[in-house]
């Protein structure tokens, strides 16, 4: 059975169409790509994925293993086990990094009927995980993503993804306003994450990202659908040609 | 004297005069007391209680809120100092001196007067003023220019209070708690006044607390004489039970080169204004005036405050947080005033409100009176609900919505309360705000 199912989805924002019949399964444990131009529906489909308010879902249904994702809260969404890598990370003056990311690990283990985190054992695994990407203790104590620079927002995304331990991943355009040493650590952090278990949908408008997180399999999204699908070097083909055949063919 | 009374009195009025009446040969000090007594009834009388058309009230109306005058509260009996033994423990984690008044009377059975600090002395204002102590009975209300409704009810009918003295230069190594509760079984008219004069180099930390289980309605003042490079914080706190209808005064006068922290922090009861008239009298002093609150329900909670910037090099710092929640309404007015020749005055305010409901009010009203013309003076108010995006951002990472609030609520209360000097104050008063929160999620 598919990890993620995306059947015939129609989404409108302010009643316009932004997704028109969307469909994707995603397998346990692979790692699709999808690329699209602006305004594809790209990001769209991220946040309906994760609950995002302000989305019109008039057609169609999405299956977490084989559980009707869409009748879920956020929260309940994340509890079980999706994860949203956002493309701008908001900042929370006054939230101390180290008190949002205990919150919500404790949240979503009580959720699933875990123990709770011990302090010791929280911060270890914090501090081990931190290290690995490169974010310094005193960033944890600050507010969350107060005062970081665009890559280092982006590097607390994957400490959250590492810590939180999602199943499904949904990276929605983890690249943007990264330069090439920051998007190595981003991507060797996703890297590190890969397994048979979790599941990865790296949304992207480059080819560059897929350098480093090879995907294995790559989807064009044109005005709202997929309109191909294939294996890593149709995202080469896609930088080589650009977008325009895609959105001619699907106009 | 002839003094021209208003014919249509409301009940509350016609009670007040009755007690007065009843009450003013009884109350404590000198025939010169009586007389000071007598003319803050006869202001009080003239202008009656104040209403929505009178502007400083506006948005907290005394005479349609105040329907009836309770009597004054009653020699204090077993059950309720019974009530009364656990007064202040909502603030232990700070290890303070506590000083307790029960229904607004001095109760030494529960005051820590051990080992005072050289240089302090505290004392019951009710037993100063009953054995004609000629320099408090001149210094109340001396230099005070304000014409306050509430001022003068206190004025007239005041019994005790703390009396506070710290010397030149000592410095408290603990801080001194001043308790008021509220436990008598009948709801009664509670009238404190306190006078706080601390000399010049000195340091202190006074905590005044409200707290307490009766309907009573209270009116507190607090007349805090500052001198020259004194460092005095002020923390006043009040929570349930600190009256049905609680109106505080605050009467400070700071001196020169001195450091005041004032924060006033206040978990909603039922109807409750807090006033503060900051006079700063002598040059280069540094303060921060900021206030936090918390109200659910049909609570009411008015902030008047008054900065006047009377001599110049001054810094002040006004930052007030209010979060309504329910059918709350939350009120703050604040003025700077900058007196001609106060130049070098360097003066922000500002105050933001939270609304967690579609039925909360927030009335914010900052205003600036500048008479100098070399100063920096600013003022800034905000208003709204909790950022959507945020709440989004917090629920993907698997945070539920109540709990996604509650953060979001103790980051704004918390950029208030991290003002307080004292870091087990500022922990204890972030305890009660999660309390609170948690009382919210859970209903």
């Not at chain 2, 009450?23 to 000090?29: C, H, K, V, Y």
């Not at chain 2, 202040?88 to 029960?102: H, S, T, W």
């Not at chain 2, 006004?318 to 929640?325: A, G, N, W």
Request: aromatic fraction near 6%.
């Amino acid at each position: 059975m598919h990890l993620l199912e995306v059947k015939n989805l129609h989404v409108t924002v302010d009643g316009r169409n932004i997704l028109n019949g969307l469909e994707l399964s995603i397998g346990k444990g692979s790692v699709h790509a999808i690329m699209g131009p602006n305004g594809s529906g790209k990001s769209t489909l991220a946040h309906v994925l994760a609950g995002k308010p302000g989305y019109e879902v008039t057609q169609g249904e999405v299956l977490l293993d084989g559980e009707d994702l869409l009748a879920l809260s956020p929260d309940e969404r994340a509890a079980k086990g999706l994860f949203l890598a956002f493309q701008y990370p908001l900042e929370i003056p006054g939230v101390a990094t180290m008190t949002f990311l205990r919150t919500a690990i404790n949240a979503q283990r009580k959720k699933r009927a875990q123990p709770e985190f011990s302090t010791p054992e929280f911060l270890k695994k914090v501090r081990d995980v931190a290290a690995k990407l490169g974010i310094d203790q005193e960033m944890l104590r600050r507010g969350v993503n107060v005062g970081f620079s665009g890559g280092e927002k982006k590097r607390n995304e994957i400490l959250q993804m590492a810590l939180l331990e999602p199943r499904m991943c949904v990276l929605d355009e983890t690249d943007s306003g990264l330069d090439i040493d920051a998007l190595k650590v981003v991507a060797e952090g996703v890297n590190r994450l890969r397994s048979a278990d979790r599941s990865f949908l790296v949304i992207t408008h480059y080819q560059r990202l897929l350098n480093y997180i090879v995907p294995d399999v790559v989807h064009v999204l044109s005005r709202g659908r997929i309109v191909k699908t294939g294996g890593k070097e149709l995202a080469l083909e896609l930088e080589a040609s650009g977008y325009s055949q895609y959105q001619d063919e699907a106009a | 004297m002839n003094v021209e009374l208003r014919s249509n009195k409301t009940a509350a009025e016609t009670a007040l005069a009755a007690n007065f009446a009843a009450a003013r040969a009884g109350l404590p000090g000198s025939m010169q007391m009586t007389a000071v007594r007598d003319a803050a009834f006869r202001r009080f009388e003239s202008a009656g209680l104040p209403h929505r058309r009178i502007e400083e009230w506006k948005y907290t109306d005394l005479r349609a809120l105040m329907r009836e005058a309770k009597p004054l509260a009653r020699i204090l009996d077993k059950q309720t100092m019974l009530r009364a033994r656990d007064a202040g423990e909502m603030l232990a984690g700070i290890e303070a001196r506590r000083i307790v008044f029960v229904d607004g009377a001095f109760a030494p059975e529960l005051s820590d007067l051990h080992a005072l600090e050289p240089g302090l002395s505290v004392g019951s204002l009710a037993q100063a003023l009953a054995q004609g102590d000629a320099d408090t009975t001149r210094q109340l209300g001396e230099g005070v220019s304000v014409n306050d409704v509430a001022l003068n009810l206190n004025t007239a009918f005041m019994g005790d209070g703390a009396l506070v003295d710290v010397a030149p230069g000592a410095a408290l190594g603990r801080p001194l708690h001043l308790v008021f509760i509220n436990a008598g079984s009948e709801s009664s008219a509670v009238f404190v006044r306190s006078l706080v004069r601390i000399g010049k180099g000195a340091r202190v930390m006074l905590v005044e607390s409200h707290e307490g289980v009766s309907e009573h309605q209270v009116n507190a003042v607090l007349e805090l004489r500052i001198g020259d490079e004194a460092h005095v914080d002020h923390v006043k706190t009040s929570g349930p039970g600190a009256g049905a209808l609680h109106v505080s005064t605050l009467l400070a006068s700071v001196g020169a080169q001195a450091r005041f922290n004032e924060f006033l922090f206040t978990i909603g009861s039922g109807v409750l204004r807090n006033q503060l008239f900051v006079r700063f009298a002598g040059e280069g002093t540094i303060a921060a005036i900021r206030g936090a609150c918390v109200l659910k329900g049909r609570q009411h909670a008015d902030t008047t405050l008054v900065a006047e910037h009377a001599a110049g090099g001054c810094t002040s710092r006004e930052l007030f947080k209010s979060v309504l929640d329910g059918e709350s309404h939350g009120v703050f007015q604040g003025r700077i005033i900058v007196r001609p020749g106060a130049q070098k005055t360097d003066a922000k305010m500002a105050t933001h409100a939270l609304l967690l409901s579609d039925t909360a009010e927030a009335h914010n009203k900052p205003e600036l009176e500048i008479f100098a013309d070399d100063v920096q003076c600013g003022h800034g108010a905000t208003a709204g609900s909790l950022d959507e995006g945020l709440l989004f951002y917090l629920k993907a990472r698997g945070i539920p919505e109540k709990e996604a609030q509650a953060l979001l609520i103790q980051a704004f209360v918390g950029e208030a309360v991290e003002g307080v000097e004292h870091a087990g104050l500022r922990d204890c008063l972030m305890e009660h705000v999660a309390a609170w929160l948690a009382a919210r999620s859970g209903g």
